[in-house]
């Protein structure tokens, strides 16, 4: 039997930036991936897939030309499921090479097949043509990820009643579509789907949708939703979803009306995927929802040796935390010190449009009775804005009165995941409004509304009480009031608890 120094199962955001950390550390490892080939949720059905969807999608439909040439431009007339999918093989081909060479070139082994425990160092892989063999390891971490959740009362076809997971291998694209699950999944789908001209209906128990995203930002993206006449049915519950004859699906809601459509797109939530693990015989136990508890700093299960990271330990549930997430474990779990990570991450909502934000809410703001100023800038304010035709898109800014320094960006619009960055860094640098004030932006530019935020807010701030560490732009801890602690240290510290 092999003995490793470290034991991967999965080869997802987490496994394999657990898998890399290590061997660059010269240990000797070995990652267990049961899919056909490496990358995981991330590379085959989720971020990667989700994104070039829609890439696609904006592109076929000359999306982003619209504001110059109206909302009946388009670049191609007939859009296929086929036009979808050529783009995505391309792209999916390319992260698994690159994923292939990084294992080939640092010398992590790669065994497929499905693991499961044997005890707490030895594990079993089932190979897909029913062969067996033992792996052992000084550690181990799962980085098994997630599964839809697939409850019974829906009546899954693959075809016109879906997962998430099946969406990339529809066959044609449906002119009608009811999404249930207005989370991240539902509401990204739900607005690609609506800008290639499906007529989308959005279905939630909750009267409101994706509720850490700051209320302003929310409401201003569901005016644009509304506007390209999506239907938002929050608050109600799909109660029965029915095959017809005809192909169709028909979805009885509880407030009484029933929508007939092409295709039902269920996305309501992920399971951990632990099932095949056979934890018992690790001494291990997860969750009613699959996952596993660690400690959120070294990313140890409640037994030593047996590290989780990803998808599989919960919230924030994102590539990138799970990259992050993976690293800090590998690293632990080969004795080296991990660093920290930054206190503020962002999230990216690759809807249409696109959302992102990073720090403190509006909400949390009042929640946690910090007094407070916010700017906002439009789109449609800046050059570039004018060059690009954009008429929607805006960003907020909220700062502290006491300290002035940056404690939230939120952005809706045109370029928002890439954009966050910049306020991302002056989060985490701990600066203040002075720095958007002072510092000259590249113009024409979207970044540029960043100084009209700044500016917004800056004019009605005043300059402050004198007390208030405004001298430089970029205060240090030693003057400055420290940012007050989000009140879950697992979402600070990359990992979960929710
Ligand atoms: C539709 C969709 C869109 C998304 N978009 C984004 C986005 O835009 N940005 C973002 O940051 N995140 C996004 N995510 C989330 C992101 O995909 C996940 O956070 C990420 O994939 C989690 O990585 P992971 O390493 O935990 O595991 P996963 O990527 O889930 O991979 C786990 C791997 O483990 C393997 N495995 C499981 N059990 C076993 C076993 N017993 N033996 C061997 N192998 C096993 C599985 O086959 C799988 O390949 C999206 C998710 C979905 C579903
Ligand atoms: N851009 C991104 O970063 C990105 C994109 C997609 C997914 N993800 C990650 O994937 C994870 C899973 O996403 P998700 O959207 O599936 O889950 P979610 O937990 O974000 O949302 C689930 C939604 O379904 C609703 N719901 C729950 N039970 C329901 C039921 N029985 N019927 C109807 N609606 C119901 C909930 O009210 C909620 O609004 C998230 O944690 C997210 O972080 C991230």
Redesign the pocket.
């Known amino acids: 039997m092999n003995h490793y120094d470290l034991i991967v199962v999965g080869s997802g955001p987490a496994g394999r930036r657990a898998a890399i950390q290590a061997a660059k550390l010269g240990k000797k490892v070995v990652v267990i991936e049961q899919g056909k080939r490496v990358g995981g949720v991330s590379v085959h059905t989720?971020?990667i897939p989700?994104k070039t969807l829609r890439e696609t999608a904006l592109n076929l439909t000359g999306w982003r030309e619209r504001g110059f040439y109206g909302r009946a431009y388009r670049v191609k007339q007939e859009i296929s499921a086929d036009d979808l999918r050529r783009r995505l093989l391309i792209t999916l081909d390319h992260e698994v090479e690159v994923l292939e060479h990084q294992f080939a070139r640092n010398r992590v082994q790669h065994i497929r097949g499905t693991a499961s425990f044997v005890t707490p160092d030895t594990l079993e892989i089932l190979k897909d043509d029913g062969e067996t063999m033992h792996v052992a390891g000084t550690s181990i971490l799962l980085a098994v990820g997630t599964k839809p959740f697939r409850?019974d009362y829906i009546p899954f076809d693959g075809k016109s009643v879906i997962d998430?997971d099946e969406l990339l291998d529809i066959e044609e694209l449906p002119r009608s579509m009811v999404v249930?699950?207005?989370?991240?999944?539902?509401i990204?789908y739900a607005t690609i789907f609506s800008a290639l001209d499906t007529a989308v209906t959005v279905?939630?128990?909750?009267t409101t949708?994706l509720d850490f995203i700051d209320k302003e930002i929310i409401e201003d993206f569901t005016y644009q939703l509304r506007d390209r006449n999506m239907k938002l049915l929050l608050g109600q519950?799909?109660e029965k979803v029915e095959r017809l004859p005809d192909g169709k699906v028909s979805v009885k809601v509880d407030s009484g009306r029933t929508i007939v459509t092409d295709m039902v797109l269920f996305?309501?939530?992920?399971m951990g995927a632990t099932e095949s693990l056979n934890l018992p015989a690790a001494g291990l136990e997860a969750d009613s929802r699959g996952r596993l508890k660690v400690n959120p700093e070294t990313f140890e299960t409640s037994v030593k040796g047996i590290f989780a990271a990803g998808?599989v330990v919960g919230?924030?549930?994102?590539a990138s935390t799970s990259m992050e997430q993976g690293r800090i474990a590998a690293r632990v779990a080969v004795g080296e010190i991990a660093m920290e990570p930054q206190k503020y991450f962002p999230?990216?909502?690759?809807a249409v449009p696109e959302i992102s934000t990073c720090g403190l809410t509006e909400e949390e703001m009042k929640e946690r009775g910090i007094p407070y100023e916010c700017g906002i800038a439009r789109f449609r304010e800046t050059s570039r804005g004018h060059i690009m035709g954009l008429d929607t898109g805006m960003l907020k800014l909220i700062f502290s009165l006491k300290t002035r320094r940056l404690l939230g960006v939120h952005i809706v619009g045109e370029g928002a995941t890439e954009l966050v960055h910049i306020g991302q860094a002056v989060l985490n640098l701990k600066g203040t409004v002075e720095y958007f004030v002072e510092n000259t932006f590249n113009y024409p530019t979207l970044a540029e509304a960043y100084k009209i935020a700044g500016l917004d807010a800056w004019n009605r701030m005043g300059v402050g009480p004198k007390e208030a560490p405004v001298a430089t732009a970029q205060s240090t801890d030693s003057t400055a009031t420290p940012l007050p602690d989000k009140p879950a240290p697992a979402k600070a510290k990359l990992a979960a608890s929710k």
């Open positions: 989720g971020t989700s409850p998430s249930i699950g207005a989370g991240v999944i539902g990204e279905i939630d128990p909750k949708m519950r799909a996305a309501a939530g992920r998808d919230f924030p549930s994102l999230y990216g909502i690759y």
